[in-house]
Structure formats: structure tokens, C-alpha cells
């Protein structure tokens, strides 16, 4: 008789050990294991930080880091979580990399438009007495009058 493999024991057939431990934090850093002996930590961070030169994102491109141990440690203020992942991701890219601890802070940029908006009852609320288009026709609705007032 042919037994078939239960759910449970393909799921530990194909992955034996969990990818990331429970306690550790996804975003913040990655580690592929030890460090080669025979990597320069100078060498590793002209490798990163030509990573991150590469970019299209220019606050990717702003982005500090340095290279102790092999660890190599970002820093600097992104607009987006997605901008802090694109920068990690970018310095994984590199073989000499090993471990990476991203301390770059998140900072949503302002409002773009800051101009204080009109308050209730001030001149931008009431109604314009004649509004001109483009080709000189009135296109605005005049008080006790038509749509198509006299021209």
C-alpha cells in the first residue's frame, strides 16, 4: 500500500528550521553567518556605499554607513519604511556582506502645500458676482440671475 506524506511532514521536508528566530527583528538586521577573516572593513565599505550610490532614490543615496567587524551598520533619516527596506536590500546585494544593522530613521516628510487654508466666512467663501472663461463668456452663476446672463 502507497502511504502519501501528510501536510505536516512535507512542511518540515522542504523547510527544516525557520528563517528568522521568533525574537529577532525582520527589518532592522540581517545576518548570512560569520564573517570571512579575510575581509577588509574598508574594503567592505567602499563596497556598500558604492551599493547605495547606485540607487534611483536620493535619500538612499544620502545614507551613512560603516563596517565594524563585518557588521555593517546604516544610518541616516528615510521618508518611507519602503525607502529603509530598498537600502537594506541594496547593501545585501554584496557578497562581502554578512550582517546588517539598519538604524536609519523613518521621518515622513510635511505637507507639501503649507499655505493656511481660508477659515469659514472669510471673502474666499462668498460667491464671485461674474466669472469670465477663457474665451471671455461668462461661466460663473450671477446672483438672481440665469446661467447665460447677458454678456
Given amino acids: 500500500m502507497i502511504v502519501a506524506p501528510t501536510r505536516a511532514e512535507r512542511h518540515t521536508k522542504r523547510n527544516p528550521e525557520p528563517r528568522f528566530a521568533p525574537s529577532q527583528p525582520i527589518n532592522s538586521t540581517w545576518d548570512r553567518g560569520a564573517p570571512s577573516p579575510s575581509i577588509d572593513d574598508d574594503g567592505m565599505g567602499l563596497v556598500v556605499e558604492r551599493h ?9 543615496r544620502a545614507v551613512r554607513c560603516s563596517v565594524v567587524n563585518g557588521v555593517v551598520t546604516l544610518f541616516g533619516t528615510l521618508p518611507s519604511y519602503y525607502m529603509k527596506q530598498v537600502a537594506q536590500t ?31 466666512g472669510s471673502e474666499a467663501d462668498e460667491p464671485r458676482s461674474s466669472t469670465k472663461g477663457r474665451l471671455g463668456h461668462d461661466v460663473g452663476v450671477q446672483e438672481g440671475s440665469s446661467k447665460n446672463a447677458s454678456r
Fill in 52 to 60: 547605495l550610490q547606485m540607487s534611483n532614490y536620493g535619500p538612499v
Fill in 90 to 120: 541594496l547593501v545585501c546585494r554584496g557578497e562581502l556582506v554578512f550582517r546588517v544593522e539598519n538604524l536609519c530613521e523613518v521621518v515622513y516628510p510635511q505637507q507639501r502645500d503649507s499655505s493656511p487654508t481660508p477659515s469659514c
